[in-house]
């Protein structure tokens, strides 16, 4: 009788353990939305949410556009369309290129930014907008004058449906061309009042800040207050702003950091695609971090972001001086100052590291150097520059910066990651960077953890630019996803061959669906024109 009684108390005991056990937090997140149907689901990885924290294991639910759950998910109580085992990889956010070139409308799939794993991209850099000054603002054959902003552009690149989501920013030298300040170095009140309308509506619109091209034609003839003017109304409207500096040679690279942060006292600012021409060393590089630190310590939002290269890629026109750019008429100072023009030019260019060191990237020189392009047409280089090419007259890359140094820079832990790369311009970066920064950065160099490379790929990005709802892999946030096997990124471009696509990134997701699946790219796009308002 004992024993029976025994029996039936460790059975209640049994039944009353079962009816209070407490429900998972993925069965409480099951009953609280009583829905059992999702689309995707990324099982069995390791999780690195691009905060920073350590890789942990989670499963990521994805339901429509947006993350539902993250944790362990009980595949016996609900039903998923599409499955992906993920053992063995890490599930990351999308990468954001906060520095990236491009022409959505012409080139719409962006196949190189999705094969390294950027799922969203920042144009309207170096102060040039597309779609500001474009022609169908006025209708067919009219030049825009920039008074209906850029709307309608932004509304015709959504509809095209771009292969990754878009942040557009506002180019203060294109505001400066359209409000008809242009190539004047000292505006008037009335005319920075007009430019600064046309900055404000575009911010308005859902641009994400303004980009400054103090290098180039025709920002750099922008006095320190017509800047001023214009980072107060950036401030105001809760933006910011990013700055291809006046100069990035050695000797000027700190003056010109100190202009930038002269805005920075109205909003916060960031230094694109920091660089040092002809330094060298690490200790070169915390002279220029410290520059930053010291403003922060002021109460000034200063960022940047670099690529892991030691090439440029430009305009020619960067090695001739200012006197022979627009408004200036080539062609009077080739006649009027050849002499002069020469001398420059073959200072120029052999300052950096003279015309081997200088790879063009437009036909009909593409992949040749200066150097061989002059022994072709037997004749001095500064000659073929004077009458072969001209200021305009093609792109190329520069190899002007040193290894140590860029890699400092790229290991501080406010510098985030951008390409400066598109999907046409013959320099690896535009196909490359992304993958590079884990290959070489992470598993080869081990300069810093898989999880700080995400994080500044993904959240630090995002935070900096307010792209609320991307760059973190976290319930609510939109799926932009990525899972891969950190050993098998390769960056297989090349100066030489620059058009090969990255490889090694298993899975690509935009907004929840499958963009690039093992090297096979979706027939649709998945993209979207970012809005921050």
Excluded at 19 to 33: D, G, L, N, Y
Excluded at 360 to 371: I, Q, R
Aim: glycine share 10%.
């Amino acid at each position: 009788m004992r024993n029976v009684y025994t029996i039936y108390l460790f059975l209640s005991i049994l039944m009353i353990s079962a009816c209070t056990k407490k429900p998972s937090a993925f069965e409480k997140f099951v009953q609280k939305h009583q829905v059992g149907q999702y689309d995707l689901l990324i099982k069995n990885g390791q999780v690195i949410d691009g905060s920073g924290r350590d890789a942990y294991a989670a499963d990521v639910l994805v339901k429509a556009d947006s993350i539902a759950f993250v944790g362990q998910v009980d595949t016996a109580i609900i039903s998923v369309t599409r499955f992906i085992d993920a053992t063995g990889k890490v599930v990351t956010p999308g990468f954001i290129d906060t520095h990236a070139h491009g022409n959505p409308l012409e080139t719409p799939a962006f196949r190189n930014f999705l094969a390294m794993g950027v799922t969203t991209i920042s144009l309207g850099k170096d102060g040039s907008s597309p779609g500001l000054d474009s022609p169908r603002l006025d209708g067919p054959g009219q030049v825009g004058s920039g008074k209906e902003g850029m709307t309608a552009w932004m509304q015709e690149v959504e509809d095209t449906i771009p292969g990754v989501n878009i942040a557009m920013f506002v180019g203060h030298g294109t505001l400066r061309m359209l409000s008809g300040i242009k190539y004047n170095p000292r505006p008037t009140q009335e005319q920075i009042v007009d430019m600064g309308e046309m900055l404000a509506m575009n911010l308005d619109a859902g641009c994400f800040g303004m980009t400054t091209g103090l290098e180039y034609i025709p920002g750099t003839y922008a006095p320190d207050y017509e800047l001023e003017y214009l980072a107060k109304i950036v401030g105001e409207k809760g933006k910011f702003i990013t700055s291809h500096v006046r100069n990035e040679d050695d000797e000027a690279i700190e003056s010109s950091l100190r202009e930038l942060l002269l805005q920075g006292r109205y909003c916060p600012v960031q230094v694109s695609h920091m660089k040092v021409v002809y330094g060298k060393g690490e200790r070169r590089a915390e002279e220029i971090l410290r520059v930053l630190n010291e403003a922060r310590a002021e109460g000034i939002e200063v960022t940047a972001d670099v690529y892991p290269y030691t090439a440029s890629y430009t305009t020619i026109g960067i090695v001739f001086p200012e006197w022979a750019l627009p408004p200036n008429r080539y062609e009077e100072i080739v006649r009027s100052r050849r002499g002069e023009l020469e001398e420059f030019l073959r200072n120029k260019v052999n300052q950096r590291n003279g015309p081997e060191a200088t790879l063009l990237g437009t036909a009909p020189w593409a992949g040749k150097t200066l150097a061989q392009v002059a022994k072709e047409l037997v004749k001095p280089f500064e000659d073929v520059l004077i009458d072969d090419i001209g200021p305009r007259g093609a792109s190329g890359a520069y190899f002007v910066m040193n290894d140590e140094l860029q890699a400092r820079l790229i290991q501080d832990s406010l510098v985030m990651i951008c390409s400066d790369g598109s999907p046409t311009s013959r320099h690896p970066r535009g196909h490359g960077t992304f993958a590079k920064i884990i290959e070489q950065y992470v598993v080869k160099d081990s300069l810093f953890s898989l999880e700080e490379a995400v994080r500044k790929m993904t959240s630090l990005p995002a935070k900096t630019m307010g792209v609320e709802d991307r760059g973190i892999i976290a319930k609510g946030k939109k799926a932009d996803i990525l899972v891969f096997a950190p050993a098998g990124i390769k960056a297989t471009a090349t100066y030489e061959n620059p058009f090969q696509l990255a490889e090694g990134f298993n899975y690509v997701i935009v907004n929840g669906q499958l963009s690039l699946v093992e090297s096979t790219f979706s027939d649709k796009r998945h993209g979207k024109m970012l809005r921050k308002n």
